[in-house]
């Protein structure tokens, strides 16, 4: 079945270091990827998307570039700043089962120090 | 105001009881979900339903049921079957297409004394 691999946190970073978080994935068919980003106790808010090989997704800064020859869709940021502290999702959709939910990585948590 | 309503934000209950949780949205979508989220967990599909009066089970709909009498609700209930209720529940929902995004709910953080 599918699944999405990411680095587990806690990751500490000081304000204005660059940021990756690795994501890779296994499908059976041709997913979308996709970044969330989760603050405390709220629910999930999509951060950049990408449909397709090649495509690069970006918003806010980030940005993740859908890698189909390593199945991979890491998400960087040059310059992270304090307000970036949050946990972060990758998951996927596939193609081939319908439109049937998301399947998400279990998330890396991001602190951000002044 | 349009976006995705559940309520309440935290709900407490007894063991053995079932408790409904409410998800109400005014997107016009047509696909709804049901996800649940455990520390360190990640999110687990519970329950979809991609059209109304139809749902389909997820990777870990034991012990809940759901229903879709209208577009605008997707109401799920946690049994008294559901071994480990304790959790954060997230309904998202989505155009129904492949490489649409999901948008999700504030989230309904369940515990069970």
């Known amino acids: 079945g599918d699944s999405v691999t990411q680095m587990e946190g806690p990751v500490t970073l000081s304000e204005e270091a660059f940021l990756t978080i690795n994501c890779t994935y296994t499908a059976t068919g041709y997913p979308s990827l996709f970044w969330y980003?989760?603050?405390?106790?709220?629910?999930?808010?999509?951060?950049?998307?990408a449909t397709k090989?090649?495509?690069?997704?970006?918003?806010?800064?980030?940005?993740?570039?859908?890698?189909?020859?390593t199945?991979?869709?890491?998400?960087?940021k040059g310059s992270v700043q304090v307000s970036d502290s949050a946990v972060y999702f990758c998951a996927l959709s596939d193609t081939r089962g319908g439109a049937d939910g998301l399947t998400f990585g279990k998330g890396t948590h991001l602190i951000i120090q002044p | 105001d349009g976006g995705i309503t559940q309520s309440p934000k935290y709900l407490f209950r007894k063991e053995g009881q079932n408790v409904t949780l409410s998800c109400e949205q005014n997107l016009n979508h047509d696909a709804m979900y049901w996800y649940r989220?455990?520390?360190?967990?990640?999110?687990?599909l519970i329950y979809y339903s991609q059209i109304v009066n139809d749902f389909q089970k997820g990777d870990i709909a034991e012990g809940y049921?759901?229903?879709?009498?209208?577009?605008?609700?997707?109401?799920?209930?946690?049994t008294s079957a559901q071994k480990n209720p304790t959790a954060?529940?997230?309904?998202?929902?989505?155009s129904g297409r492949l490489t649409d995004t999901q948008y999700f709910g504030p989230?309904?953080?369940?515990?069970v004394l």
Do not use: I
């Open chain 1, 37 to 49: 980003v989760q603050y405390p106790g709220e629910g999930l808010q999509l951060l950049l998307k």
């Open chain 1, 53 to 69: 090989a090649d495509d690069k997704g970006s918003n806010k800064g980030f940005e993740a570039t859908y890698r189909k020859e």
């Open chain 2, 65 to 78: 049921s759901v229903s879709r009498e209208k577009k605008e609700s997707f109401p799920l209930t946690v």
């Open chain 2, 88 to 94: 954060f529940y997230l309904c998202a929902t989505s």
């Open chain 1, 71 to 76: 199945t991979s869709f890491h998400l960087e």
């Open chain 2, 107 to 111: 989230g309904t953080r369940l515990t």
């Open chain 2, 37 to 44: 989220q455990d520390p360190g967990q990640g999110l687990r």
